[in-house]
């Protein structure tokens, strides 16, 4: 019988050799981007996994490495050292349990003890249709050099969702940060009646975790999901940034398919709500989403998002 470990590294080592064989294809073609970063060869969206460890920026992202269009998600992996020189790594996530069988969805990373912990969404497809037949769960994977990744036996540590109203099934993109004595984490949600909403959780040790509330939720035109959440602190201030689906167009505003934004605050650690202004746009272009924070050795909090939108066309 084949090991968990071994399994996903089968499929790791599968997928890079299909990339691989396409990379120089890729290299030749006229519209091969030269400064933004992208994958060797085939499909990328959302930024997975952004941090600082061990002296250089460490960039994951949602990749199908057998095909142009969307399929089930890897993550890729890119680091520099300076933000503009970019190294390319092996995958660094595969689907290969039965919890994350249809992808390992998005997802954040932090140290901890030396060593690097993915936290990431599994997906299972239940049915025919991906927006209503799915199961999610969170996980954990970790390396000891930032580079492979082994899938923690305990997973996945957060195997459902709360009591309340709650979406069952719609529940991913975990962002983790520590503060004090306490990891935490938000995760995207929607209410039962879809509404946008953010969940919030605890742990002492990234694997047992402690459900805390809901966080912030949809009021008046903010969707009917909130994708990507992430929360830091800046200037004094806890901002939110999250990536609602289905905000209308008001006037000149939100005439992406989906939007990024943000909304400042105050988070009680203690309730788990956060007191925060309106909702604001953080690009008023048309190909900005999922963005993702991390904050570097120089104390600067650096923003990076998928440069494209899945209704554009693209060469």
Known sequence: MKTLKNQHQEKISKAMKSVLNEQEAVNQNYWRLQYHVSTP???????NGFCFYKGEYHLFYQHHPYSLEWGPMFWGHIKSRDLTHWEHLPIALAPSEEYDQDGCFSGSAV?????????????????????TDLRQVQCLAVSEDGVHFNKAAQNPVIGSVPEGNI?????????????????YCVLGSR???HEGQVLLYRSRDL???EFINIMAKSQGNLGFMWECPD????GGQDVLVMSPQGVKPEGDLYHNLHQAGYVKGKLDYQTGLLQHEDFQLLDYGFDFYAPQTTE????????????????SCMP
């Not at 599994?122 to 249709?129: E, F, P």
């Not at 929360?231 to 800046?234: A, D």
């Not at 570097?296 to 209704?311: L, P, S, T, V």
Request: charged content about 30%; glycine content about 6%; cysteine-free.
């Open 207 to 209: 694997m047992d975790w």
């Open 111 to 131: 140290e901890k003890d030396g060593k690097l912990y993915a936290m990431y969404t599994g997906n299972v497809w239940t049915g025919a249709n991906y927006d």
């Open 167 to 183: 979406h069952p099934d719609h529940f991913r993109d975990p962002k983790v940060w520590k503060k004090d004595d306490y990891y």
């Open 41 to 47: 060869a085939y499909w990328m969206n959302d930024p």
């Open 231 to 234: 929360l830091f602190s800046l």
């Open 191 to 193: 209410t039962k009646d």
């Open 296 to 311: 570097d050795e120089h104390g600067r909090r650096i923003m990076i998002a998928w440069m494209a939108m899945w209704e």
